[in-house]
């Protein structure tokens, strides 16, 4: 998310609470090393909590990412009774040295470089199918999950671009004919199309660095920011998304709203009469054949957090990439209508999405909630602050899965030496195809 300036005065109880200018690094930043949470119990100096806003600060949100279900509700996106649906593996041992280029760098780095200075927690990369590349940092293991933040927008785009290839949605219809309790807010004449490629015009702003932003009122009516002794706003998501107001007209611009994924997942539960959970449980989640179980956020109504919930473990998020790439089909059977992915991967208008002024991402378009290139590999993502993403590149026929706690929340502190990366990495696979020998 392009950001302003920053601002050096947030609250302690901001998800994008600014590091000193020593801000520790990610050897010296690692959970483990500092403490947190260990002991039975744990000293009160070591101790990270979500009521007085320390599970959001740096350097203890990394270990808070990776165990957020100790910290706030959550439901169970359950896995089902099935079994895992294996990841065949062809380690190689020529990636951590890749070189390229950071933008606006003039000297090359390497992956392994660039993964440190990200405070990566742990990447994923699968070529033609096969994991060719798996590191683990911090505290998050294989059999942990990770807080996905707006990668979770991704999810539930793909659902709703499901439910229209089924007929189940029409996007030309207004958010308000499944969900009329929108009519006098800011959505009360918005399209379900402008909603899920967000060009809607309401006052909502997510600019992290701005603590009057409506995200942070909106996080805060979730239950999912602490609120103040004296709150006296909207309690829960849902009545949050009926106070938002209209600024401007709808369809003019893309402008990223989280509230808009929030309204997104009102009408899909609304159009199913399935929760959340059990939406992306049943048309997700049990069909990848996933290792573990995800989970996702939800406020005290017991209201899924659609813009920024899901936690996942990471080899389950590179499954999801997968399936994207393979037109939506894995683990033997379709999971995503081809048509939605074909949808998705066409992306939106790029003169609407440059008007948001993203410097760093000349041409892309976005769509269904996801983020699209355009570039000639076809790559598009699923993006969320702090370095969370899914990137998929169809031409390399590779998935990038990436679970991160940089100490800034917006990706324009980790694209330069992020998006450079993946596509060296694309490059360097189509020229050095992988072999079933390849072995670390």
């Known amino acids: 998310m392009t950001q302003p300036a920053a601002t050096p005065d947030l609250p302690d109880s901001l998800p994008d609470t600014l590091p000193p200018p020593h801000a520790l690094d990610a050897q010296a930043s690692c959970p483990r090393r500092l403490g947190w949470m260990q002991g039975s119990p744990p000293p009160l100096d070591k101790q990270v909590r979500f009521a007085d806003g320390s599970s959001g600060r740096f350097p203890q949100m990394r270990w808070s990412f990776s165990h957020y279900r100790q910290l706030q509700p959550t439901q169970v996106v359950s896995r089902g009774p099935g079994g895992v649906c294996p990841l065949p593996r062809a380690d190689r041992s020529?990636?951590?040295?890749?070189?390229?280029?950071?933008?606006?760098?003039?000297?090359?780095?390497?992956?392994?470089?660039?993964?440190?200075a990200n405070y990566t927690d742990g990447i994923v990369v699968l070529h033609q199918g096969r994991i060719v590349y798996e590191r683990y940092f911090g505290v998050l293991q294989p059999e942990r999950q990770h807080?996905?933040?707006?990668?979770?927008?991704?999810?539930?785009?793909?659902?709703?671009?499901?439910?229209?290839?089924?007929?189940?949605?029409?996007?030309?219809?207004p958010v308000t004919h499944w969900v009329p309790e929108l009519a006098a807010s800011g959505w009360g004449d918005a399209s379900l199309r402008q909603v899920m490629d967000m060009t809607t015009g309401i006052d909502c702003s997510d600019a992290y660095t701005d603590p009057r932003a409506g995200v942070f009122a909106l996080l805060r009516a979730g239950g999912l920011l602490p609120r103040p002794a004296d709150y006296a706003g909207p309690d829960g998501l849902c009545a949050f998304l009926t106070s938002v107001a209209k600024l401007g007209e709808h369809g003019q611009g893309f402008t990223y709203r989280t509230a808009n994924t929030d309204v997104l997942a009102w009408v899909l539960q609304r159009a199913t009469g399935l929760g959340l959970a059990e939406l992306l449980s049943q048309r997700i989640w049990q069909g990848l054949g996933a290792e573990q179980d995800a989970y996702i956020t939800s406020d005290p109504q017991a209201t899924p957090f659609a813009g920024g919930g899901m936690n996942t473990a990471l080899r389950d998020l590179?499954?999801?990439g997968e399936a994207m790439r393979c037109d939506g089909a894995f683990n033997g059977r379709q999971i995503v209508p081809a048509a939605a992915v074909a949808d998705i991967r066409r992306g939106g208008d790029p003169a609407h999405f440059a008007q948001a002024g993203y410097q760093l991402l000349p041409g892309w378009s976005y769509r269904h909630m996801w983020w699209v290139t355009h570039n000639a590999h076809g790559a598009y993502m699923a993006r969320g602050v702090h370095g969370q993403c899914i990137y998929i590149d169809p031409l390399a026929q590779m998935v990038v899965a990436r679970y991160a706690s940089h100490p800034m929340a917006a990706n324009v502190h980790l694209d330069p030496s992020s998006l450079p990366a993946w596509h060296a990495l694309a490059l360097h696979l189509l020229a050095h195809p992988t072999s079933t020998r390849d072995r670390a």
């Open 147 to 173: 807080i996905a933040f707006s990668v979770t927008k991704s999810f539930v785009g793909t659902l709703g671009a499901s439910l229209l290839c089924e007929g189940l949605l029409d996007d030309s219809l």
């Open 318 to 320: 590179a499954r999801f």
């Open 94 to 116: 020529d990636l951590d040295d890749l070189q390229f280029i950071p933008l606006g760098a003039r000297r090359p780095v390497s992956l392994a470089q660039s993964l440190d």
